[in-house]
């Protein structure tokens, strides 16, 4: 007979194995979706700003998807949200206290309209308390827009956009698709649906089972774990000095979580948004959106004392989601 414990020590378990599988599924995905790019002819530069940049939001898609489809819609919209509230407040607040993070023109003038537009778009969308299938498709406008405009400064530049720098591959004329790429690929698709099943199940165990709402775990325990690759890589280029990549990196996970994480979402499943989201979620989601903004117009920088008000701010954020 399964006691309270054992109950929790499973999903405990579950929980810490399914933040590891969509960490090293994320990792084989990009690297094997790359060079299988390169290989195949397209330049890196674009590869960065388009294969890359959204197979690194493919945790948040599996998780929501799979939310969805066999739990509860309030857990997946709930780890998108939280997972840009988390990148805006753990991630870059985290980044920045580690090392102070100079800001891009480029990244002021070029891709913080998009994040304000994904954010704005969502929030207006759910105001009637639904996204359906026709706001998926308004959203995925905004992805097609948003992708043409990277290909095409990508195009203008020869790579100096967002996300262009984070393939690791030192001579792309010499790279051919392989075998190992292809199983990269693959393995990492695997391990993205087995750690995101793992996540939603051993969250869902654990927190329900203390009597947490599907909107608080979606909010917590899935966007943290989804939000794991952008915090890993985000610190490491900190402690590096690479800013540039710290701040591109949550920037574009904000756009790519909602214009084609929940766009494909909300395209697939009706997504009820409750009373709470509305009253709380989303207003949260746009004081986190504009308030990373206001700090990084200051002075074109995110300094320590920055990174603590992001934190703190997402220590707030918790404290008024708890039941």
């Known amino acids: 007979m399964l006691t309270l414990a054992t109950v929790l020590s499973f999903d405990a378990v579950l929980l810490v194995a399914g933040i590891v599988g969509l960490y090293l599924g994320a990792e084989a995905l990009v690297e094997g979706a790359a060079r299988l790019a390169i290989g195949l002819g397209l330049r890196a530069a674009i590869v960065g700003v388009t294969i890359v940049a959204f197979a690194t939001s493919t945790p948040e898609l599996f998780v929501a998807i799979l939310s969805g489809l066999g739990y509860s819609s309030d857990l997946g919209l709930g780890a998108i949200v939280g997972s840009n509230i988390a990148n805006i407040g753990l991630v870059l607040g985290l980044s920045a206290i580690i090392q102070p993070m100079d800001v891009s023109s480029t990244t002021l003038r070029r891709h913080i309209p998009f994040m304000v537009t994904a954010a704005v778009a969502v929030v207006v969308l ?57 199983l990269y690929f693959v393995a990492g698709l695997v391990l993205l649906f087995i750690g995101s099943r793992a ?27 989804t939000s794991l690759p952008e915090l890993a890589a985000s610190v490491i280029s900190a402690v590096r000095g690479e ?81």
């Open 126 to 182: 759910g105001m009637d308390g639904n996204l359906s299938s026709i706001d998926g498709v308004t959203l995925l406008m905004i992805l097609i827009a948003f992708t043409g405009y990277l290909i095409y400064r990508a195009r203008a530049t020869q790579g100096d956009v967002m996300g262009a720098d984070e393939i690791d591959i030192e001579d792309e004329e010499e790279v051919s698709a392989t075998l190992k790429d292809v």
């Open 199 to 225: 996540l939603i199940q051993g969250g869902q165990g654990l927190l329900a089972s203390f009597g947490f709402s599907p909107r608080f775990i979606g909010l917590t325990i899935l966007a943290f774990g």
């Open 243 to 323: 800013s540039d990549f710290s701040i591109g990196n949550v920037v574009g996970s904000n756009i790519y979580n909602i214009v084609a994480v929940l766009s494909i979402f909300a395209i697939m499943v009706p997504v009820p948004v409750s009373s709470s989201t509305l009253s709380l979620d989303f207003p949260a989601l746009l004081v986190f959106t504009f308030g990373v903004i206001a700090l990084m117009f200051h002075n074109r920088n995110i300094s320590r004392f920055d990174g603590g008000i992001l934190v703190g701010g997402y220590l707030v954020f918790f404290w008024l989601i708890l039941p």
